[in-house]
């Protein structure tokens, strides 16, 4: 027995295929990419609900449109999982000694959130407790988590600090 469409996932998937250059969402749903994820409170899903937390910035891969999904909606319809992304975030939000899961260092080199020396740095040190460290790599793990924090919170404090740790 196939699942009913619900007011909200029929909005989304009207809205995509709006904004898309297919006319069928089975086909518009996979010409749109993540470019950004973040946290807000506050926001609303292309679906209509609100509000939202985890906001998943896509862009259209062929017009170059841009809308914002939650994360339930971008998992559910578009296909692409934010779950772990979101999940190694909130670790180090709470505790910013921890270090970030693999995905989470995936998505930030490929987004050009982190550079290569970063990237391998995180890949090095990924599963070492904080007092494992060293005291530089405990500053510069600090300094690193500090700026996905920002990075997921706040635009403006995310390039500040990235000009401090790519001094």
Known sequence: ?????????????????????????SEAKHEWVLVRIYKQQGGECLCGHAPIINHCVLRNKINRNETIVGSSCVQKFIGISTEKLFSSYNIIKENEQAYLGLE????????????????????????????????????????????????????????????????
């Open 1 to 25: 027995m196939e699942k009913e469409t619900t007011k909200n996932e029929f909005q989304l998937m009207k809205r995509i295929v709006e904004m898309s250059v297919a006319k069928e969402f």
């Open 104 to 167: 989470l260092i995936e998505y930030l080199l490929t987004h050009h959130i982190i550079n290569d020396w970063e990237y391998e740095f995180l890949k090095s040190t990924l599963r070492k407790r904080f007092e494992w460290l060293s005291p530089k790599q405990q500053e510069k793990r600090l300094q690193i988590n500090r700026k996905v924090i920002a990075y997921f919170e706040n635009e403006n404090e995310y390039k500040e600090l990235e000009k401090e740790v790519n001094r």
